[in-house]
């Protein structure tokens, strides 16, 4: 099983940057796609960025030239460089990956339990 570990939230005002970190720890065979999700009060959780083994990148339209997602696969942990941060991109944001435990059998989804980002105007 996986186990992801997140941390970097916090309270900002609109202009400032954070960084977002995802640690993944377990047994496992291979992490595949990494990504974060955010979700604010009252919505549906919503993509924010993704990240393939590849370094391939997929990004919500309303953060991208803001964002920029990467991953250090040497310790499992992918991050979210969040520039220039808006008042709309007040959520809680959750990581997550789809990862093999082996090569023979499909693979699963993890979760992180999510951490808060919030910004004032």
């Known amino acids: 099983q996986v186990q992801l570990a997140e941390s970097g939230g916090g309270s900002v005002q609109a202009g400032d940057s954070l960084k977002l970190s995802c640690a993944a720890s377990?047994?496992?065979?291979?992490?595949?796609?990494l990504g974060w999700y955010r979700q604010a009060p009252g919505e549906q959780r919503q993509l924010v960025a993704t990240?393939?083994?590849?370094?391939?990148?997929n990004y919500a339209a309303s953060v991208k030239g803001r964002f920029t997602i990467f991953r250090e696969t040497a310790k499992n942990t992918v991050y979210l460089q969040m520039n220039n941060l808006k008042p709309d991109d007040t959520a809680v944001y959750y990581c997550?990956?789809?990862?093999?435990?082996?090569?023979?059998?499909?693979?699963?989804?993890?979760w992180g339990q999510g951490t808060q980002v919030t910004v004032s105007s």
């Open positions: 377990g047994r496992f065979f291979r992490l595949n796609i």
């Open positions: 990240i393939t083994p590849t370094g391939i990148t």
């Open positions: 997550l990956t789809d990862w093999l435990k082996s090569p023979l059998v499909p693979q699963s989804r993890t």
